[in-house]
């Protein structure tokens, strides 16, 4: 199946772990996102890559990190010092082209216990 | 500074009730507003995209519109699986979309 498959579905972390969450594509995409989503707000940037080798920090980057080493793979990092980490978070992906809408994985819910 | 505001931010409608839900916008350089379902648990799944004002799509009982600062997102006869949070999102520049926080919409049987 095509798409943007995020993993895992639910993640656990202790205080003061870092964890890392998975996100891959075969849709081809040039351009990739990471979002985190809480209650009662909107989704917010945390990073995008518009090319291998290339990222730039979005709204809310302190405490996360990326790396894209491969068209296909965006892997995000939570850190230790990102001091509210439980969230949603969501990663997508956008066809090249200026106008053209993003593509969305199934999400990853983390969780601090 | 660029800003997408949805409203309202909960809707009971009954089935077959049809109503709007709103995404009002100030973007500088809109290259498109982007409408999302979104169910619990899952990532946003893409419904329609719109360039211009004037514009309208149409998908199954739900229709989106355009103006030079709205869109609507209109749902006729709805049925208790349309229940969702729907999002819209306004493209800024090259890469950025910027999020509403969404409509929770839950239509009873």
């Known amino acids: 199946d095509g798409g943007i498959t995020q993993s895992p579905k639910y993640l656990f972390r202790k205080e003061g772990q870092n964890v890392t969450l998975s996100c891959e594509q075969n849709l081809n995409h040039d351009a990739m996102y990471w979002y985190r989503q809480d209650p009662g707000q909107g989704l917010r940037l945390i990073y995008y890559s518009q090319i291998v080798n290339d990222f730039q920090k979005g709204d809310i980057a302190e405490g996360y990190s990326v790396s894209r080493e491969k068209k296909e793979s965006f892997p995000l990092t939570v850190t230790s010092a990102q001091k509210n980490p439980t969230a949603f978070y969501l990663c997508?992906?956008?066809?090249?082209?200026?106008?053209?809408?993003?593509?969305f994985g199934q999400g990853t819910r983390l969780t601090v216990v | 500074e660029d800003q997408v505001t949805q409203s309202p931010e909960a809707l009971r409608l009954q089935e077959g009730e049809s109503s709007s839900l709103n995404c009002s916008y100030t973007?500088?350089?809109?290259?498109?507003l982007f409408w999302y379902r979104q169910d619990p648990g899952k990532g946003p799944e893409f419904l329609f995209t719109l360039y211009s004002a004037g514009e309208e799509k149409e998908k199954e009982r739900l229709k989106a519109t355009l103006t030079k600062k709205e869109s609507f997102l209109h749902i006729t006869a709805p049925k208790p699986e349309d229940s969702a949070t729907y999002l819209c999102?306004?493209?800024?520049?090259?890469?950025?979309?910027?999020f509403g926080t969404g409509t929770r919409l839950k239509v009873l049987a």
């Open positions: 997508a992906g956008k066809p090249s082209g200026r106008d053209t809408e993003a593509f």
């Open positions: 973007v500088s350089g809109l290259r498109g």
């Open positions: 999102a306004a493209g800024s520049g090259t890469y950025k979309y910027i």
